[in-house]
C-alpha cells in the first residue's frame, strides 16, 4: 500500500524533472532579443528587505506594501517612497509570506507555528500539526490557514482560538508550493487537489466544488494536479491553474466551471477584463480569452526564462524571470513593449500592484517598484 506523504521536492527541482523528461539538463533559456522601448517606464525606488521567501504572496494595503523576509521580520514599505514604515521581528525564519487585512498580520514559521502581529509587535502565536507554505488569509477578523496536505483551520484574529478545522485532502501527493486560499464576498474559496472549493467561513461547511483539471498521467508525480497560487479574479469569474494540468475558470456565484484547458506548468495566471495569462512549462506564453477559453496568442520569446507568476496592467502584461528582468508586453498581441532590470538575480515572487506601481521582489532580497507608463 501507497502511505500518504507530502512532495518535498521544491518547485524549481521539480519543474525542471518534469520538463527534462529523459534529459540531462533543463534547456538553455531563450536570449533576449535586442529590444527598442516601445512605452516608457522607469524604476521609482529600491529597497532591501531581507532574503525573501519563496512564493511569498506580498500584502497590499493602503498606501503600503507589506513583506516577510525568510529570516522572520515583516517589513512595511511605503508604495509612494519605498521607505520603511515598519518593522516587526517575528523571531524564527519563515516557511510561507504574509497575510493581512491591515490591522493584523499573519505568517508561519518553519516550525510550524503561526505567528499574528500587529503594526508594532507580535499578538500571539499557536503551534500547527503541519507544513503550512501558503500565505494565511485575514479576514473577517478570522485568520485561515492552509497546509500542504491542503487541511484547513480558522482561527479568531483577536486571541488565537481555534474556530474550525477541516481533514486532510485525501490526495496522494500534495504540492511543497503555495497553493490557492482567497476570499470571495462572503465564501472562502481554497484550492484541494485540482478542485477549487466554496468554503463557509463561519463554520468551514463546504459549500460547492468546481474541477479545474483532470490530471492524468502514469504515476503519482505526473497525476499531482493541486492548484497553485495566485488565482486571477475580475467579478465573478475566478482562473487558476492546476500544477502541470491545466488552466481553467470558475463563476464564484454559480459556483460552475465556465472553461477549461490542458496545459503543463507551474506558475499562477492574471487577468484582466478580457483576456488571462499565463506560461507553461517551458515558458511559452499564453493568452486566452476570458469568456470562452480560446486562445488569443502565443509567445515563444521567453523560452526557459524561469517566467514568474504576471501581472495585468492597463494594456500590458508583466513577467519576471530568472535574470531580474521585467519583460511589458502589450496584452493584446504578446508584443515586446519594454524591458526593465532589477539586480540581476530571480524574481522569486509573484508580481504586485498598486494602481500604476509594480512592485518586484528578487531571490536577493531586494524590493523595485516600477511605473511602466
Known sequence: MIKRRVLALGLTALATLLAACGSTSRPKPAPLEPLQAKIAGRQVWRQSVGEPVAGLSVAVLGDRFLLASARGQLVSLDIGTGEVRSRVDIGAPLSAGVGSDGRHAAVVTQDNELVVADSARVVWRTRLNSRVVTAPLVAGERVFVQAIDRSLWAFDAFDGRLLWSTPRSGEALSLAQPGVLQPWRNTLLAGVGPRLVAIEPLGGAVQGQMTVAAPRGTNEVERLGDLVGPAARQGETVCVRSFQAGVGCVNAERGSVLWTRQQGG??????????????????????????????????????YRSLSAPIALGS???????????????????????????????????????GLTVLAVTRSGNAFAFRPE
Request: hydrophobic content about 40%.
Open 266 to 303: 507551474f506558475q499562477g495566471l492574471a487577468m484582466d477584463g478580457e483576456f488571462v495569462f499565463g506560461s507553461d512549462a517551458s515558458d511559452r506564453i499564453t493568452a486566452w480569452r476570458r469568456s470562452s477559453g480560446d486562445v488569443v496568442w502565443n509567445s515563444d520569446r521567453l523560452r
Open 316 to 354: 500590458t502584461v508583466v513577467f519576471g524571470d530568472a535574470e531580474g528582468w521585467l519583460h511589458v508586453l502589450s496584452r493584446d498581441r504578446g508584443e515586446p513593449l519594454l524591458r526593465l532590470p532589477t539586480d540581476g538575480s530571480a524574481i522569486a515572487v509573484p508580481l504586485v500592484r498598486s
